[in-house]
């Protein structure tokens, strides 16, 4: 079963216990759910968990919930719960229903509360952070009863309730629930589930001054949406029993089954919301949407389609092992996936002028030629010529190397798509940098191979007449080391990632490009010939006036050779 035919369905744990589940009965059909906090841009990692919640919802005609996780009032805000949203759209992936909020849930949640505390089962605590912890134990020291735990049910109920009404300041009392101190997973040993917090909250506004907790708003909240399979990421294995101990002491009809896979890590990047907060914040990069980001909005400013990310989130593969993927991974699959999506264009951004010697009005003739070798349907455009034209500066070597089939005095090469071009003399500055080649062209040799002699150098040009001047921005990763936030320095502490930011991580130049795109409009792709994948940029691109492209991703892994 696949959404995309022409993508085969590649089976992992997760697609078992669905297919057992609907082979003896236990569920119709599938509901998942993707639960983000709208506490920053959805990122990677993300997008593996979208494609997964989304693509099984799809393949299994189930249907999947958008729910926000709005918890958490003081880092929450609208434009991220605007943009989550927006870039699921943009993957292709479209929700159950309206959009739904752990907030739309909040009077339930209390009211489940008092149901716990009326059962001896929650209790309000009033130590502090730092003796909780005391109080808590760790992995090895059990873990002991607060002096509060064993308050009457009214006495709870009724502080829980001065708790509600705003009575009490922030942080002086919480709602426990009463598990077990002693258990060997520290989640069971009494965790809060409510805790005073005056702060402005994107929907409810200043209705609550108590806000749930993540692990007890979560399940209640799958259960609620009457969530099949509740999937995330490994670092939730041991909340599991905590999951499960909540549905199993409240009055709720049902209860889903949790299961956890990898998460997706990066190689040469940070998926932590708070670094990329802290490059945001620090001016480090322009925004959250930044084309070196590894944001969902990064990635499509950059010129990702949303194919080469479900690509890449396929390859990511499912399961409950270590799941590190080298950024070539990445650039690979969206590589992959452009080679047959973007029409072809000749772009020039280190040029050397050409002067055509022999260039004869009238007579010097072009040819037209595809957008796209494999895809007539693209259509096609008139490769002018002009007496100067650019070539790339790296087309050109006085003293070739061995092996050189591009131009060098007195060589020849073939002009992509036009004739085939000697170069006759080389003028340079002062500086003796080349400024200037001297060049004539073979009349016979539009559309036909010389006759005598083989030429086996292509190169690709544009004609300064016709060309287009762009603002052409060469981004490449934003890190240097392949763990930016992993790297201990000689006292065995942490180093500040933000030291191993890439130099040259973005350079701009001017290019020249064909005409034919001049009124392209923002966010289309094409590939420079012989350079790479480049895309007019989402907000800065003016069509016809100012012309602006991001490099998307090389032709080849420029990394591959310095590693």
């Known amino acids: 079963m696949s959404s995309d035919n022409t993508t085969p369905v590649i089976s992992n744990f997760i697609r078992s216990i669905i297919d057992d589940d609907l082979a003896t009965g ?10 983000p906090e709208p506490n920053g841009y959805l990122h990677v990692g993300h997008a ?18 958008l729910r926000f996780d709005d918890t958490n009032p003081e880092k929450e805000s609208v434009e991220y719960a605007e943009s989550i ?30 149901e716990l505390i009326r059962a001896g089962k929650a209790y309000v605590c009033e130590l502090t952070a730092e003796q909780m912890r005391e109080y808590r134990g760790n992995f090895s020291e059990l873990g002991k009863n607060s002096p509060y735990r064993d308050r009457s049910v009214d006495e709870n109920l009724d502080l829980f309730r001065r708790m509600k009404a705003g009575e009490f300041p922030d942080g002086s ?11 060997p997973n520290l989640n069971l040993r009494d965790p809060v589930f409510y805790r005073i917090r005056r702060a402005h909250h994107i929907r409810t506004g200043d209705k609550w001054c108590i806000y749930p907790m993540y692990d007890y708003t979560h399940c209640i909240s799958d259960a609620i949406e009457h969530i099949t399979h509740s999937l995330c990421t490994l670092e939730f294995e041991a909340h599991r029993p905590l999951y499960d101990w909540v549905l199993d002491n409240i009055s709720i009809g049902c209860h889903p089954q949790q299961i956890e896979f990898s998460r997706a890590e990066l190689l040469y990047a940070v998926t932590s919301k708070r670094k990329l907060n802290q490059l945001v914040t620090e001016g480090l990069v322009t925004g959250w949407d930044d084309p070196r980001m590894p944001t969902i909005s990064g990635m499509r400013r950059r010129g990702y389609s949303p194919a080469g990310i479900r690509l890449f989130a396929q390859r990511c593969g499912v399961s409950k092992s270590e799941n590190v993927m080298d950024y070539s991974v990445l650039e690979g699959a969206v590589r992959e996936t452009l080679e047959a999506e973007d029409p072809r264009v000749m772009a020039v951004l280190d040029p050397i002028k050409v002067t055509l010697t022999n260039f004869e009005p009238g007579v010097t003739s072009y040819r037209s030629a595809p957008f796209h070798p494999h895809h007539p349907e693209f259509g096609e455009r008139d490769v002018t010529i002009s007496p100067v034209i650019y070539i790339e500066r790296d087309d050109f070597a006085e003293v070739p190397p061995a092996g050189w089939q591009r131009l060098t005095p007195g060589g020849e090469v073939r002009l992509r798509y036009s004739y085939v071009m000697k170069c006759d003399e080389v003028i340079k500055d002062a500086d003796g940098r080349v400024i200037e080649l001297k060049c004539s062209l073979d009349p016979a040799t539009l559309g036909q191979n010389p006759v005598g002699r083989k030429v086996k150098g292509v190169i690709h040009w544009v004609s300064a007449e016709h060309a287009v001047e762009a603002e052409v921005r060469l981004y490449d990763r934003l890190f240097t080391v392949e763990r930016p936030d992993a790297v201990r320095g000689d006292d065995g502490e942490y180093v500040d990632f933000k030291q191993f930011i890439n130099p040259n991580s973005l350079k701009v130049v001017t290019g020249y490009i064909e005409a034919c795109v001049k009124d392209a409009v923002p966010e289309t792709r094409y590939q420079f010939e012989r350079i790479g994948y480049f895309v007019t940029d989402r907000y800065d691109h003016q069509p016809g006036s100012k012309l602006v492209f991001n490099r998307t991703v090389g032709l080849k892994d420029s990394w591959a050779k310095q590693n």
């Open 26 to 35: 236990k569920h119709k059909g599938i509901i998942t759910r993707f639960p």
């Open 48 to 65: 593996k968990s979208i494609c997964l919640n989304f693509g099984l919802a799809e393949d299994y005609q189930g249907q999947c919930n």
């Open 85 to 114: 949203q927006a870039d699921i759209k943009w993957l292709g992936y479209q929700w159950n229903g309206e959009v739904k909020w752990a907030s739309d849930y909040f009077d339930r949640l209390y009211d489940l509360a008092e």
């Open 173 to 183: 009392k919480t709602l426990r629930l009463k598990i077990d101190m002693t258990s």
